[in-house]
């Protein structure tokens, strides 16, 4: 429903026998993903390259592959990083050689969109890697990033030193990154709780903090204990903007902890993360086109460059301690002994059968059972279609003071290392504020007695979009328990707002 001016109608329809989402989990079975990827139809962590920003300015060559949108077109299963061709293949590489990764570039000409019916929409996507950007982002594209994050999305900015201005166009990161995060119409008060810092650091070797639980420190991919700056920047943090900002590496002389000179540093916004390095040296893999000048920080001994840009890819995306299927062949290559490890985290004890826990997930029975839902929830109408069969649960969207409920308890398994709750969420609106949250979707987890244990998320008219958005939360914090996951959809007396739920999972393994 697109019509701002049209207000919800429900009624009902008659059961339709279709598959359900759990299907697309089924052996053997195909989809074709954004970018036109032929895959298994398995939970796969979508990250999209921006090369759209200059990104192969001047001895710049910050690009997984030569092939755009999709890199395995130039090698569809590439071993080593000169199979795909660019100074941040290794990167690439890596990371598709678990198999749990789709990855894309955004390329040269194009426009950072949400919402939108393009292939390379960051709707489409988890995670946005913005590597060393050269091009001011312009308005729309200032607006796209910071909803895509605000709804989920995992955003890794990677600045460089100030007067870098690879194009000389008058902007180089740390200005472009600056202005992303103060001049934009979604909230320009420092909404991450950090600014890059326009300095030129020649050379120096930042250190990781003590955080054993730390997923970005201590992921997947290997245990990080510092990085290598060779022409870089810091970052200032602002805790009093944003608490859940974090320093995780710092400069030499600079407190740890503190809220000058760190040169890694995460974040979040709304229901999405965020993490800033300082410097382009640190993914140059020393590979790429010809004639490009080069540097190898990803594999330099005096860093664990790779680790750090794969674990915290791995957390953006949702996918920080998931089950990965990385082995040691998935690794960067390096002689060094402080080369990077893919040795997957340890497995907590106890026993675990890979499920999808939900019952209905898709709503495709065509009542509610097992959710507990409010009257007409569960639609087949066709003002708000279904992101897959012919149902969801469309709350609120009346135009009317109306609170819509959709709930489902289930038991949590204790031994698993992933505990993965997912849904496709696409929120349409007749509200006009760009800054006013008039109506609101609450995500939340309760324990037995109906005691709010965790609001997840809070969604609400100023996260609408054209599409789908998919939304990912880790439950491990309650494995072994039985917990009810809940949805509450607000809306006041004017002006409607439809929150429309489809193929949600809670996935453990």
């Not at 070797?205 to 290997?222: D, E, Q, R």
């Not at 690794?331 to 985290?345: D, L, Y």
């Not at 008039?438 to 037995?448: A, E, I, M, P, S």
Request: aromatic residues 8%; proline residues 4%; hydrophobic residues 35%.
């Amino acid at each position: 429903m697109t019509d701002s001016a049209l207000l919800r109608s429900r009624f009902s329809a008659a059961v339709v026998a279709v598959a359900t989402s759990a299907a697309l989990v089924c052996a053997g079975a195909l989809v074709v993903a954004a970018g036109g990827h032929a895959q298994a139809a398995t939970v796969k962590h979508r990250v999209l390259f921006d090369a759209a920003h200059a990104e192969t300015a001047g001895n710049a060559d910050w690009i997984i592959s030569t092939s755009m949108p999709d890199p395995t077109k130039q090698n569809p299963a590439p071993s080593a990083e000169t199979d795909w061709t660019g100074a941040i293949s290794s990167w690439g590489v890596a990371l598709q050689k678990t198999g749990n990764y789709q990855l894309d570039t955004l390329p040269s000409g194009s426009a950072i969109t949400y919402g939108t019916s393009s292939a390379t929409d960051l709707a489409n996507f988890d995670e946005f890697v913005l590597p060393e950007p050269n091009i001011v982002l312009s308005a729309a594209e200032k607006t796209a990033l910071m909803k895509f994050v605000q709804n989920g999305g995992g955003l890794f900015l990677i600045s460089d030193h100030t007067n870098s201005d690879r194009n000389n166009d008058g902007w180089d990161s740390p200005a472009i990154i600056n202005d992303l995060m103060t001049n934009n119409s979604v909230d320009g008060t420092d909404p991450f709780g950090f600014s890059v810092d326009l300095k030129n650091i020649v050379n120096d070797y930042p250190t990781a903090i003590s955080a054993a639980s730390n997923p970005v420190l201590h992921g997947s991919f290997g245990a990080v204990t510092g990085s290598v700056i060779y022409n870089g920047t810091t970052e200032t943090l602002h805790p009093a903007d944003n608490p859940n900002v974090k320093g995780l590496l710092y400069t030499t002389g600079s407190t740890a902890g503190g809220t000058a000179g760190a040169f890694f540093a995460t974040s979040t916004f709304g229901s999405g993360r965020v993490a800033i390095w300082g410097d382009s040296s640190t993914i140059d893999d020393g590979t790429g086109e010809s004639g490009k000048s080069l540097h190898d920080g990803w594999n330099d001994p005096k860093g664990t460059d790779a680790q750090l840009a794969l674990n915290a890819t791995e957390w953006l995306a949702g996918a920080a301690g998931s089950t990965s299927s990385s082995s040691s062949s998935s690794a960067p290559s390096s002689s060094s002994s402080s080369a990077p490890s893919s040795t997957p985290s340890s497995t907590p004890s106890g026993t675990c059968t890979a499920t999808q826990l939900l019952g209905n997930p898709g709503f495709e029975t065509g009542t509610a059972a097992p959710w507990t839902a409010s009257s007409g929830v569960i639609s087949n109408a066709g003002g708000e279609p279904a992101r897959t069969g012919s149902w969801d649960a469309w709350l609120d969207g009346f135009g009317t003071t109306t609170t819509d409920t959709l709930s489902q308890a289930l038991k949590l398994p204790a031994g698993c290392s992933a505990y993965r709750f997912g849904f496709w969420l696409h929120t349409d609106t007749a509200e006009t504020s760009t800054t006013k949250a008039y109506d609101t979707l609450k995500v939340q987890v309760l324990n037995g007695s109906g005691t709010v244990l965790s609001t997840l998320a809070t969604f609400s008219n100023l996260n609408a979009a054209a599409g789908y958005v998919q939304h990912t939360y880790d439950l491990s914090a309650y494995a072994g328990q039985t917990v009810t996951l809940k949805f509450t959809g607000a809306e006041d007396y004017v002006d409607q707002t439809s929150f429309v739920l489809d193929d949600t999972s809670v996935s453990v393994s």
